[in-house]
């Protein structure tokens, strides 16, 4: 048998290999084991758990192995030091991986159990924000630490941690002005997930577009406008500048439009025909509908025609519906009330009229 075969490293290679392996085959079949359990109870809750958290599994506990059985199968201080260096750097990078995943797991989970795809969504919208927001802080905290744990691992960065530690005061300064902005935007984070001016799919005008929240990051909401346009705005935005939510406390709210007429136009007939076109619409709610004149000026008299509705998104549609089906009927029944610019024509005294 060759001399390299009986030698100190490869001996702990194969041990230290053969170790792994066993310890990926247990993984493995625990994971099989639980995906069957799985399959008569909780399936989609085990499912996200091995979907998100099994690579950081398959990782640390190969990593704690070879931790554990280096010394008792290696002589070579130096070739020990580093494999285990090696592996605390991939235990941290593992545990900082699974706290991470167990974040998102929280996240899909209360996404699980509130559902926003349903009519009366207050409380599901109210609760995913929370949790996303948070769900973010935690993750970026979470990769801070790992990576500055697993940095600290390495002589020289700690020598460089000490030096800066000496010199306390003025980088503390110069870090609190660098770090100013993300400081702002995590303080921002927090109160929006606490106080939740917006809330996930909430009906907003900002910057004078009509949208609904689609994304809330740690550091920009993102606004998916009528028009399938996205627009962007920071996150310490909604805590520094006015704008409006149409769905802040509920999800219903009035549809209103207006509409200049003349006035020969007959408001009660108006009216009656504006009921079925409202009743029989299916984003009515049944709750309340009118049709007044608010405004009058020289030329135009202005009606209103408001219904209430479920949704920010069912509002839009009975407004631009019944609109046109009123401009139809006024149009069909009566084109004279349309409106229209009135003058009087004087002829001169003695002036003939028209031939006959």
Request: proline share 5%; hydrophobic share 50%.
């Amino acid at each position: 048998m060759p001399d390299y075969m009986n030698s100190d490293l490869m001996h702990a290679t194969i041990v230290l290999t053969a170790a792994v392996t066993i310890t990926w085959c247990v993984i493995k079949l625990s994971l099989m084991a639980l995906r069957w359990i799985g399959r008569f109870r909780y399936k989609q809750y085990i499912d996200a758990g091995i979907h998100l958290l099994d690579w950081p599994v398959m990782l640390a506990a190969p990593c704690g192995v070879v931790y554990l059985l280096a010394p008792a199968t290696l002589q070579d201080a130096e070739i020990l030091t580093s494999i285990q260096h090696a592996a605390t750097v991939g235990l941290i990078l593992a545990i900082g991986w699974f706290a991470a995943g167990c974040g998102y797991l929280a996240k899909r989970v209360v996404a699980q159990r509130y559902r926003m795809d349903v009519a009366d969504n207050y409380l599901a919208r109210s609760v995913n924000t929370k949790v996303s927001v948070l769900v973010r802080v935690w993750v970026a905290l979470v990769i801070v630490v790992t990576v500055g744990a697993a940095l600290m691992t390495f002589p020289s960065i700690r020598t460089i941690g000490a030096g800066l530690l000496a010199s306390a005061g003025m980088a503390g300064l110069v870090l609190g002005l660098a770090a100013r902005p993300f400081v702002e935007t995590m303080l921002a984070s927090i109160q929006i997930a606490w106080t939740q001016p917006i809330r996930l799919d909430d009906v907003l005008v900002v910057e004078g577009e009509w949208g609904r929240v689609e994304e809330i990051r740690p550091t920009y909401v993102v606004v998916r406008i009528w028009d399938q346009r996205r627009l962007i705005l920071p996150l310490t935005y909604f805590i520094n500048q006015p704008f409006q939510n149409w769905t802040r406390r509920t999800a219903d709210i009035v549809a209103t439009f207006t509409l200049a007429v003349d006035y020969r136009t007959p408001v009660d007939e108006v009216r009656k025909a504006v009921e079925p076109m409202i009743v029989n619409n299916e984003h009515f709610d049944g709750e309340a509908w009118n049709v007044q004149v608010t405004e009058a000026d020289a030329r135009t008299m202005t009606l209103r025609v408001l219904a209430t509705t479920p949704s920010g998104s069912a509002a839009w549609d009975l407004r631009v519906q019944v609109r046109e089906q009123l401009i139809a009927w006024l149009q069909a029944h009566h084109p004279d009330c349309l409106p229209r610019l009135r003058g009087e024509f004087e002829l001169p005294t003695g002036a003939m009229g028209p031939a006959e």
